[in-house]
Structures are given as structure tokens and as C-alpha cells.
């Protein structure tokens, strides 16, 4: 399904699963963001998915992960094998590399096939991958090492948030990040929210539900006033 010309979603609501990853297909970038399982196996869907803008999983470069939760990480030491570069947090990183609970593998009965990260970035970092510029916010609370992916395409700003929030059904709505891993800090997520109402978003592709086209920094601000009233 391309969301704006160069985005593709490559996993989640439009193959009646739940968690969203993401194909970015722009000049010479071939990259994706999060990418896993939830309920069952979905590595098949993601290379289908990638068929249909013809585009080889093998030809993935670089896999941006938000956060290590299983459903946004677990397809990453496949494509490693495949020969994507893994690109994520320090705290991600280390959390991927030992498979530990805060892959979250406990809340889906499976076991994470660590995975070593190619790649460690940092807070407003910018990684060039394919002449694709990809800003790296920082954004923990919901995960200790959450990262916000920001591309610019066609003039918009784009927002890859991972678990941040999901959007709702009609995009008017937000539920707040998932309070169950052992890295959840709730302080640390509404100083994040706090943080991102400060910045520019046009549009935000969250880990899970549809994508919110020019709604971004509303969504967020929605999000913010969410967690002041039922998480301060």
C-alpha cells in the first residue's frame, strides 16, 4: 500500500495484522522501518508486499528500528542475513543484541533472535542513506531507547514513531504508548510528548493504525493532552 509517493506500508492494518513496517523507495534509497511479528509469523507478508512495488527484500539497504518491542524488530537479524544494515539507539542496540525482555518476547510466547545493530545513532543525528536524509529524535518513555524517524519527501515532513502513540481508527483520536515493557518510564514519556509538541510534524506513521497525512502535530499535541490527564 503506498501511503505518499516513496512510502510504502509493507506489514500492519491493510494485511489484517496489527503492527506496521514501512518501505522507503525514493532516487536511490531502499530502506524500511520496523519491521516484525505479533500474533503469528509475517516475514511473508513483508516480502509479498515488497513484490508488489517490485522491490526484492535482498534489496532492503538499511532496517531504521524504532524500539526493540518484537513487533517492530524481530524480522531484523533475517534481513540482516539478507544484507540490510540495522540501524537503531544505543539502548535499542543493546537490547537487540542480548534478545532480552525488553524485546518484549514474554507478552507474544516467542523467543527474539538477538541481533547485532550495524549502526548506533544518536539524538539529531542525521543518517544519509541513499541521498534520503533520516533525522533520529530521541522519544523514550514508552521504550527506553524509542526513536523518532523523520524524512522529508516532497516538502513534508514525515514522522516514523514506532509506539510513541497509535493513531486511531478515523485519525481524529490517539491511544497512548503501551505501558507493559520493563523500560516503560512514565515521567521520561510525557517529557518526550512534551518535547515533540515543541517540533514540526505534517504527517505521523505510527507503529500500529493508519497513517495521520497532515494531522501530525495535531496528533501530537492530542497525545500530550491524553498522558496530562491520565498519566501525570
Excluded at 6 to 23: A, C, D, E, K, S
Aim: hydrophobic share 40%.
Amino acid at each position: 500500500m503506498q501511503i505518499v509517493p516513496g512510502v510504502y506500508l509493507i506489514n500492519g492494518f491493510p494485511y489484517g495484522r496489527h503492527q506496521n513496517g514501512y518501505l522507503v523507495r525514493c532516487g536511490d534509497a531502499t530502506f524500511a522501518i520496523d519491521s516484525g511479528d505479533l500474533e503469528d509469523e509475517s516475514f511473508d507478508t513483508v516480502v509479498r508486499a515488497c513484490a508488489r512495488w517490485s522491490v526484492r527484500t535482498d534489496e532492503i539497504t538499511h532496517l531504521l528500528v524504532t524500539h526493540a518491542h518484537f513487533d517492530h524488530s524481530s524480522h531484523a537479524a533475517r534481513l540482516q542475513r539478507l544484507g540490510a544494515r540495522i540501524v537503531a539507539s544505543k539502548d535499542t542496540a543493546e537490547a537487540m543484541a542480548l534478545g532480552d525482555d525488553r524485546c518484549i518476547g514474554y507478552a507474544v510466547g516467542r523467543r527474539f533472535e538477538p541481533c547485532q545493530a550495524d549502526v548506533v545513532v544518536r539524538d539529531e543525528q542525521v543518517l544519509e542513506i541513499g541521498g534520503v536524509a533520516v533525522r533520529c529524535i530521541a522519544a523514550p518513555g514508552h521504550a527506553g531507547g524509542l526513536m523518532v524517524f523523520e524524512i522529508v519527501l516532497n516538502g513534508e515532513r514525515l514522522w516514523f514513531c514506532g509506539d510513541l502513540v497509535k493513531v486511531g481508527a478515523e485519525c481524529q483520536t490517539v491511544e497512548l504508548g503501551w505501558a507493559g515493557g520493563p523500560d516503560y518510564d512514565r515521567d521520561t514519556y510525557l517529557a518526550t510528548l512534551r518535547k515533540l509538541t515543541l517540533m514540526d510534524c505534517d504527517s505521523l506513521l505510527a507503529g500500529h493504525g493508519p497513517p495521520g497525512l497532515g494531522l501530525g502535530r495535531r496528533l501530537i499535541e492530542n497525545a500530550y493532552t491524553k498522558a496530562m490527564l491520565e498519566r501525570r
